[in-house]
């Protein structure tokens, strides 16, 4: 078994070098197609001067050059960072400043809209550009550009940095609940744990066929890849604009394993399945939030031969529960159980274990746990803390993840979600900061004032609604404020309500109520599309 991530690849090429290992569209890669790419980038990182452990951004959407990218910074020694492709310049801007990144691999046509915040981005020295652009890259004097064609045929051969399994492999950018998105650091063991235990409960193999439609720089999406290449699966890579796309799509592949959140399978639920891809499909997964019973009878009617995987995971954890398929009756609601190689305990305020049917806070604890957030130490010291009294017999103190979830067991020992202690928005399976869409909201000019909650919705989990303080009567235009926060924010962040009010609510701390707002809007909002 590997012990590094880029290691999956390689062990899965020493085995079957001519097996399919990424299909994109048109384009194929086999696992020993693959393995040379990620040792040509490598080889590349290395040449460049770039130590151990520096930080090497991905931006680019799904295709073969991405996937090599990240398993090739890893290869390198360094630190990849994903970059979810619809983020706004502004956004990505925050990422590249706030680890670092002394090298950003991007497309050309991507890098025009990025040029003036990298001017503000001081340790990003070497770009590498992944297609052509007819305009050719702008001027950026003070940086090294380099073509991704020159990079494969260079003929590097330097000696990648040594790291160990403890070593950082990846930062995942998540949202906090105040602020802009932290950084969820990672380390080797961390993802090559979670793609053994997620491979063995699934029961994956060599033959399966993998649809990531789910972003690379979301973790549940990123495990697709890694759960595929454990295994020497093939993974298909897909952008979809239509959920209709996705389900030919599984028909036309001969997919296996399909991973979606709640928004998607709505959106499939009520299509009408090909044969083909009723005889495919093994199994189904879903994460980043509750799916409705209504739409998981719909799937298992269409699909009575897939097994569904009820999930739940934490970025900072990699994943967490799942429930298998034949608990879903007897269960219904539950979360499952913790997956393998993983202990999730429900904790008293006090650090001790609560008894079945209490309410405590989720903890997990186990090789999952990440290494903390990135340059937070803060936060880190919130979510990070020693494992709950009498769980560990180590000498050291051992660290566990405190969710921030409130939980609770039946008396066999199966988990059920309560509520979510602090304040994000889940909406089409992101987690979204309330304070991000409220800062581009109050920087229109139009408001003096602002709370974003998200409210309950029938499809996306919660939808965003915005209340607001108008700057003056003229600018009271709910379509300007939208129309400027498209302008800022990725799709999913864009609030759907705006609601106009002579002051925003706030408690007895001066701080924003957001309780009392959630359930006002709950009101007027509330299960509306």
């Known amino acids: 078994m590997s012990s590094l991530l880029h290691q999956l690849i390689e062990l899965a090429a020493d085995r079957q070098p001519d097996a399919l290992a990424i299909k994109h569209r048109n384009a194929s ?27 090497v951004a991905v931006f680019l959407p799904k295709q073969p050059e991405t996937v090599a990218a990240l398993f ?16 706004k310049a ?37 770009i590498l550009l992944v297609g052509e652009s007819a305009e ?49 650091v990672l380390s080797h063991r961390n993802m090559v744990t979670g793609a053994h235990s997620v491979a063995q409960y699934l029961e994956n193999h060599p033959s399966d066929r993998l649809l990531a439609v789910l972003p690379l720089s979301f973790d549940y999406g990123f495990s697709q890849l890694s759960t595929a290449f454990h295994v020497g699966a093939s993974a298909v890579l897909m952008d979809h604009l239509f959920a209709r796309d996705v389900v030919d799509t599984v028909a036309r592949e001969e997919i296996t394993g399909l991973a979606g959140v709640p928004p998607l399978w709505a959106q499939v639920a009520d299509l009408s399945w090909p044969d083909a891809a009723k005889q495919s499909l093994r199994y189904i997964t879903n994460s980043g939030g509750a799916m409705p019973a209504a739409t998981l009878a719909k799937l298992r009617a269409s699909l ?35 997956i393998p190689n993983a202990e999730i305990l429900v904790v008293r305020p006090d650090g001790t274990l609560c008894a079945p049917n209490e309410p405590g806070e ?15 130490p803060e936060k880190t010291a919130e979510r990070y803390k020693p494992a709950p009294k009498g769980k560990s017999e180590l000498q050291l103190t051992e660290m566990a993840v405190w969710s921030g979830d409130t939980v609770k067991t039946d008396e066999d020992g199966f988990l059920y979600f309560v509520g979510r202690r602090d304040e994000m928005i889940k909406t089409s399976g992101y987690r979204v900061s309330p304070t991000e869409v409220e800062e581009v909201v109050t920087a229109t000019g139009l408001v003096t004032d602002a709370i974003a909650v998200g409210i309950t919705h029938p499809t996306l989990g919660q939808s965003i609604a915005v209340v607001v303080v108008a700057a003056h009567d003229k600018s009271r235009d709910p379509r300007a404020i939208i129309e400027a926060c498209k302008q800022q924010l990725p799709a999913y962040m864009v609030p759907a309500h705006i609601e106009y009010r002579d002051s925003v609510p706030r408690n007895q701390n001066s701080k924003y109520d957001r309780l009392k707002v959630t359930q006002e809007l709950e009101q007027l909002f509330g299960g509306s599309k």
């Open 136 to 184: 050719g890259p702008p001027p950026l004097p003070q940086l090294r550009i380099t073509r991704w064609r020159e990079m494969l045929t260079s003929g590097a051969r330097h000696r990648p940095h040594r790291v160990i399994d403890i070593d950082v492999a990846s930062i995942f950018y998540t949202s906090g609940s105040t602020g802009k998105p932290k950084g969820v």
């Open 304 to 338: 009575p031969q897939t097994r569904p995987y009820l999930m739940y995971g934490l970025t900072e954890a990699f994943r967490s529960t799942f429930l298998a398929p034949e608990e879903i009756d007897k269960r219904p609601g539950s979360m499952g159980k913790a």
């Open 29 to 55: 890669l086999s696992y020993a197609q693959l393995l040379d790419a990620t040792h040509a980038l490598a080889a590349h990182i290395v040449a460049l001067r770039i130590g151990k452990q520096e930080r």
């Open 90 to 126: 502004q956004q990505v801007e925050h990422i590249l400043r706030d680890c670092a990144v002394s090298m950003l691999i991007t497309s050309s046509d991507r890098l025009a809209g990025l040029a003036e915040g990298l001017l503000r981005c001081p340790h990003l020295r070497h």
């Open 72 to 87: 090739g910074a890893a290869a390198a020694g360094c630190v990849f960072v994903p970059i979810n492709p619809i983020l």
């Open 362 to 376: 989720l903890v997990h604890r186990g090789s999952l746990v990440a290494l903390g957030y990135w340059n937070d």
